[in-house]
């Protein structure tokens, strides 16, 4: 299989992707432990450091970027602040075209800060995390501009991917546009979701993990056989073409719908001993199974690209992305 990856890898730096979904963007606050404050019994940190990051929707376009080069266009919701022009500059700075996103002044851009402190010889923890969005459903107006640039936009690019993180942008009317359009041009439009999954009934496929999908069809999948009827009854349920099922250490699991017959092929996780965080190896997956599949690759490689790829993030604390060239070094040692 390492072999095949290696002679189709190249494929994934052509097609170009649309993503659409819930943007956001991480702060992470790091300070030294001081003392304990006068005023109130609270830590006191000496700040030495602040990173933003792109999280949500934002990681899964970064993590197509990297792999394709640049190729990658984001639509989403920000607002009229600060955070929403720092994810606007970072989007760019990561080679994802903002030019399509759309700012809702009543809207705040979704932000999750998290702040950490340390002391001499202890590792650095998070002690609380402020988040920052709006929980309403998009107004008309913005959810209206939201469909009118997927529909002047969509016949551009190779395949679409629906990132859904529950923060309001993928409403059902933007969802419905969303799939519509990419039938109507002959597009693969691959959903990345944890619930609600009936919204996405006619994508050509979807990426669930393994707890979500046991949620979704109403039973524990505890063997082969009950793999096999769970990724049916979502393919049949959903009117998809494909599902890939992530089950962590036990690895993917394919279904496929042809010719009224349901294809099914697993693999295990690769390199599962080394293990640090799975922060955004959802997003990597489906970034690297979205591009191979509109790359023309067959599905049981695109699933093998999804896996190893993610293999390699996982190795990493917090999100990670990587490129072809650190793919094709890992796939020759």
């Known amino acids: 299989m390492k072999k095949d990856i290696l002679l189709n890898i190249d494929k994934l730096l052509n097609p170009k992707l649309l993503i659409i979904g819930d943007f956001a963007l991480d702060e992470m606050v790091y300070g030294n432990t001081e003392r304990i404050s006068r005023e109130a019994p609270v830590l006191i940190l000496e700040h030495y450091e602040t990173k933003k990051i792109?999280?949500?929707?934002?990681?899964?376009?970064?993590?197509?970027?990297?792999?394709?080069?640049?190729?990658?266009?984001?639509?989403?919701?920000?607002?009229?602040?600060?955070?929403?022009?720092?994810?606007?500059e970072i989007l760019e700075e990561k080679g994802i075209n903002t030019s399509l996103m759309v700012m809702d002044k009543d809207r705040k851009t979704t932000t999750k800060t998290r702040i950490s402190g340390s002391c001499n010889h202890s590792i650095t923890q998070q002690i609380v995390r402020i988040d920052r969005?709006?929980?309403?459903?998009?107004?008309?107006?913005?959810?209206?501009?939201?469909?009118?640039?997927?529909?002047?936009?969509?016949?551009?690019?190779?395949?679409?991917?629906?990132?859904?993180y529950h923060l309001g942008c993928l409403t059902d009317n933007v969802v419905k546009c969303a799939i519509e359009e990419a039938k109507k041009h002959n597009k693969i439009i691959v959903a990345d979701i944890q619930k609600n999954m009936e919204k996405y009934k006619g994508v050509t496929a979807i990426t669930p993990n393994q707890p979500d999908s046991e949620k979704q069809v109403g039973f524990f999948i505890k063997d082969e056989q009950s793999l096999k009827q769970a990724g049916?009854?979502?393919?049949?349920?959903?009117?998809?073409?494909?599902?890939?099922?992530?089950?962590?250490?036990?690895?993917?699991?394919?279904?496929?719908?042809?010719?009224?017959?349901?294809?099914?092929?697993?693999?295990?996780?690769?390199?599962?001993?080394?293990?640090?965080?799975?922060?955004?190896?959802?997003?990597?997956?489906?970034?690297?199974?979205?591009l191979a599949l509109c790359a023309g690759i067959e599905p049981k490689l695109a699933m093998a690209i999804g896996n190893f790829a993610a293999s390699i993030v996982i190795r990493y604390f917090g999100c990670h992305t990587i490129t072809i060239e650190d793919m094709k070094k890992e796939l020759s040692c």
């Not at 990681?59 to 994810?87: E, F």
């Not at 501009?145 to 529909?151: A, D, F, L």
Request: aromatic share 8%; glycine share 8%.
């Open 232 to 290: 049916k009854k979502l393919l049949l349920d959903l009117n998809l073409e494909k599902v890939l099922l992530t089950r962590g250490e036990n690895g993917m699991a394919l279904f496929e719908k042809e010719n009224n017959e349901i294809k099914f092929s697993m693999i295990p996780a690769y390199n599962k001993k080394e293990v640090f965080d799975v922060t955004g190896a959802g997003d990597t997956v489906v970034a690297a199974f979205t």
């Open 133 to 164: 969005q709006t929980k309403a459903p998009l107004s008309n107006e913005t959810e209206q501009k939201v469909i009118e640039n997927i529909k002047k936009s969509i016949k551009d690019f190779d395949g679409i991917i629906l990132s859904d």
């Open 54 to 88: 792109l999280g949500a929707a934002s990681n899964a376009a970064h993590n197509v970027s990297k792999l394709n080069k640049g190729k990658a266009s984001a639509i989403g919701v920000y607002g009229d602040d600060y955070y929403g022009k720092k994810l606007l």
